[in-house]
């Protein structure tokens, strides 16, 4: 188990408020808009299944900083003091319902997740710290033969972010929506039929590692896979597997020029990369160098971060975001404007991130959070409303 890094959706939320990154737009709160206190969120259960399901929606009250989880009403409630080692949370397990069923809670303005479990209530811990989390990665956690899985949001007044994530794990499938002001609603995550095993089965059908990303029951129960880049740092998964890639990469641009473009509503910004010295360095339109990177392994490619660390700056970050969503995509040989925002030409070499491109193949609408930066290009499960009405969590099928 360990402390878990922002959320995606509340990651997403700040870099809305500060840099306008590239695929997001231009979109902006609605001036008159006033978000109340909760939001009503339908949870629906279509996974066919007949275990009991366990809700929780845990995280950061926006109001004060202070980090709690919220009952069924949308009431807040501050976790109390942890300990070293770790002591047991409170339990704020919220009844679910039974598959072909709905129930519907109240979200507060809150920046943090809604888990879900069939069978079994999820395991937290406080440290000193601080929320403990699953992280099944390690074969002790606690979590570790629970089926579960989480959404992401930020609610807060400037309006809701609500999204789908397989960027940690691909586990028990689910869509989320939200209802606007004119009664329209938008949904997103859904598999297609027959996605949940399809995608398992693409996976273990993969050579080179892939299939040891994926984590069972000892009854043969199939839980989740894991992401390529707990695959690597368990040991799952090579940490050679992106190396040559990486190579042609920057082989490439020692004799040509990587230009990015990482805004898209400031296409004049641009910066120009080229290799020299085993260091890939990006010049401004006046020939400046703006950063550097050294040649990543995977473990930086799959998490974006270490040797592809993307700071919340205004060069930096967007930079190495194009760069992480270009090698997993595997565009940067193929497209030397980048980013390069068309699916088409996604994952189409042999060496490429294969646990994304098998969820992206298997969603309904093609979007996901398969890694940190899927979001370039606007390739993410996330919906978003300034004016949110209700929120939705549907759960599929595990077929």
């Known amino acids: 188990m360990h402390i878990r890094r922002m959320p995606v959706a509340a990651l997403l939320a700040a870099l809305l408020m500060t840099v306008?990154?590239?695929?997001?737009?231009?979109?902006s709160p609605r001036a008159e808009a006033a978000v109340p206190a909760t939001i009503p969120l339908t949870f629906t259960n279509n996974s066919g299944r007949d275990e009991p399901v366990y809700l929780y929606d845990l995280g950061t009250e926006l109001a004060t900083g202070r980090q709690g989880w919220a009952d069924a009403s949308g009431t807040f409630h501050p976790w109390p003091a942890g300990g070293n080692p770790p002591t047991?949370?409170?339990d704020a397990s919220i009844p679910g319902p039974a598959n072909g069923r709905s129930v519907t809670i109240r979200l507060p303005k809150f920046s943090g997740r809604i888990y879900f479990s069939y069978g079994r209530k999820l395991d937290f811990r406080l440290t000193t710290g601080g929320l403990v989390q699953p992280a099944v990665q390690n074969p002790s956690d606690p979590n570790r033969d629970i089926l579960f899985n989480w959404s992401e949001y930020t609610l807060g007044d400037s309006g809701l972010w609500i999204n789908s994530t397989q960027v940690d794990m691909f586990?028990?499938?689910y869509a989320v929506g939200l209802k606007r002001a004119d009664g329209s609603t938008t949904t997103t995550g859904h598999l297609v039929p027959g996605g949940w095993n399809g995608f398992f089965a693409a996976l273990r059908g993969r050579t080179g590692g892939w299939a040891n990303l994926v984590q069972t029951r000892s009854d043969g129960t199939v839980l989740r896979a894991l992401s390529p880049g707990h695959g690597t740092e368990t040991g799952a998964l090579p940490r050679t597997v992106m190396d040559d890639y990486v190579n042609r990469v920057w082989q490439k641009y020692s004799t040509a020029t990587l230009t990015v473009t990482p805004f898209g509503d400031r296409p004049g910004t641009k910066y120009y990369g080229r290799v020299s010295?085993?260091?890939?360095?990006?010049?401004?339109?006046?020939?400046?160098?703006?950063t550097s990177f050294q040649k990543p392994d995977a473990d930086s490619v799959f998490g974006c971060h270490k040797l592809l660390d993307a700071p919340n700056d205004r060069v930096r970050g967007p930079i190495s975001r194009t760069l992480c969503a270009g090698f997993n995509r595997s565009t940067l040989l193929t497209n030397p404007a980048q980013p390069d925002t068309s699916a088409a030409g996604f994952y189409q070499d042999p060496v490429t991130n294969h646990y994304a491109r098998e969820i992206h193949a298997r969603m309904a609408d093609g979007k996901a959070y398969a890694f940190a930066f899927d979001d370039v290009g606007n390739h993410?499960?996330?919906v978003n409303d300034a004016d949110p009405q209700q929120a939705y969590i549907t759960l599929d099928p595990l077929g």
């Not at 306008?20 to 979109?27: K, N, R």
């Not at 010295?277 to 703006?290: C, H, I, N």
């Open 380 to 382: 993410e499960s996330l």
């Open 277 to 290: 010295g085993g260091v890939m360095r990006f010049t401004d339109a006046s020939g400046a160098v703006v």
């Open 20 to 27: 306008g990154l590239t695929g997001l737009g231009t979109w």
């Open 171 to 173: 586990s028990a499938p």
């Open 88 to 90: 047991p949370a409170p």
